[in-house]
């Protein structure tokens, strides 16, 4: 089989994009690494492979955290080919109970929270390590510990905003909140309202946005994430507001996205477009306007300890977001935040492929674990809710005591601590 006919294809199978898979550097199989995983795709276009059984768990298999399009140095948009293939290969996926089981769950509100008071309930009791080893329970974040100990005591989980919105801001924007990981880690999004507010960057409530659409995306709904995108667009533009912010890359990389899902809708593609590109990460909007570094001499109080940065795949791989989380966590912590290491290859997480896929997701996050022990760190910087509650639950079976904090939660504390 080969890839020189396709002329869509510039793959050259130079390999390089292998080292960089998550699941070719755990499994080290061919037909598990990128490269391996186009020759099944164009194969099965071609009509030389079908897509059974074996087919289909290759392709499940790959996070889509576009490490290898980073990696490949002939632009092959291994990206778009696995997304095409998305919808055929989850409708063979879901007739596996375990699957339909996750996606009832994590779609049902009833559910939802049933399951989150189960395992705050196991924490509270001190089940924390039993919990974090039961399939489905083990994703909730720990229940806010109330023992205050050292530097991690200085950023307790934010219960409510304490910056009020300024009388005059220099721009208006709409906070993206997002579903699943609001629910988890709502202190995420009072960081971020806080330190735009102290910015002079106005949150604007309710929008009426919704769910970005990438929960319907990954599942292989695309119809269900159009409607989704044109029930944003629309409120976006009703709005009237500068950008779009978020927290969450993955909803970010969805909003970036819109442009293209909507290219052929004849009443919204132009919109679409102009909210893909008004769509930004927090850390990215803060640089633009220059954000205020809080003034780290005037504390009193212990600043966070040592601090080590993960990129979260859709910040670099699909948005191309590298700089400007470690400008914020710079200057929130006083020093540049060390890499984690490895930091181009995803830590499992990738929307709900930990739970899809628990053991691969173990053994990602198992290495991620490995890599802030050897660095010692106390806190760990990600930018996206998903990767977070990944390596909480990581660090927490690797018996690790380090925080994972997104770096608006860490700008947030620091300017807290400035105005003591
Ligand atoms: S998207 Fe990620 S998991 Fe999928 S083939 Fe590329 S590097 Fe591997
Ligand atoms: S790096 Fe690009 S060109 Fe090389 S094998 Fe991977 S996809 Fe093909």
Redesign the pocket.
């Known amino acids: 089989m080969h ?1 020189d006919d396709d002329p869509g294809l ?9 080292d960089t898979c998550p699941t070719y550097r755990v499994l080290g199989t061919e037909a598990d690494s ?2 391996g995983r ?1 020759y099944i795709m164009q194969g099965i276009k071609r009509g030389e492979l079908a897509l059974g059984s074996a087919a289909v768990s290759h392709l499940d298999g790959c996070l889509g955290c576009l490490a ?1 399009e980073t ?6 948009s ?1 990206g778009e080919r696995i997304e095409e293939f998305r919808p055929r290969v989850r409708a063979a996926i879901r007739r596996k109970p375990w699957r339909r089981l996750v996606g009832y769950v994590a779609s049902n509100d009833r559910m939802f929270t049933l399951g989150l008071g189960v395992a705050a309930t196991m924490d509270r009791f001190g089940l924390h390590s039993l919990r974090r080893r039961i399939r489905g329970l083990d994703i909730f974040p720990r229940a806010p510990r109330t023992r205050r100990d050292g530097a991690l005591a200085e950023m307790p989980p934010r219960e409510r905003s304490r910056i009020a919105p300024p009388a005059e801001s220099k721009l208006d924007v709409a906070l993206l909140t997002g579903c699943v990981g609001d629910r988890l880690k709502p202190e995420i999004n009072r960081a971020a309202v806080e330190v735009l507010h102290r910015n002079d960057i106005r949150v604007a409530n309710d929008q009426g946005l919704g769910c970005c659409g990438a929960l319907a995306m990954h599942s292989g709904d695309e119809t269900a994430a159009r409607e989704d995108a044109k029930r944003n667009v629309r409120a976006f533009t009703r709005s009237g507001l500068d950008r779009v912010v978020t927290t969450a890359a993955g909803c970010g990389a969805m909003i970036k996205d819109y442009g293209r899902l909507l290219r052929d809708d004849p009443e919204l593609a132009e919109e679409a477009r102009a909210m893909s590109d008004r769509t930004v990460d927090v850390t990215e909007l803060l640089v633009e306007m220059g954000f205020d570094a809080p003034d780290l001499s005037r504390s009193s109080r212990q600043a966070p300890g040592k601090v080590v940065y993960h990129d979260a795949c859709h910040l670099l791989h699909a948005a191309g977001v590298e700089a400007e989380p470690r400008s914020v966590i710079e200057a929130a912590s006083g020093a540049p935040p060390i890499d984690l290491g490895e930091n181009n290859v995803c830590c499992g997480s990738a929307g709900s492929y930990n739970l899809d896929h628990p053991k691969m997701g173990l053994a990602l996050g198992a290495r991620k674990a490995q890599l802030v022990a050897e660095k010692d760190a106390q806190v760990v910087a990600v930018g996206n809710v998903g990767c977070i509650l990944q390596l909480e639950r990581a660090l927490a079976m690797a018996g690790h005591d380090a925080r994972v904090l997104h770096p608006v939660e860490l700008l947030a504390a620091a300017y807290e601590r400035d105005t003591d």
């Open positions: 890839t510039p793959c050259v199978h130079c390999g390089l994009c292998l990128p490269r186009i290898c990696a490949c140095p002939s632009g092959v291994y």
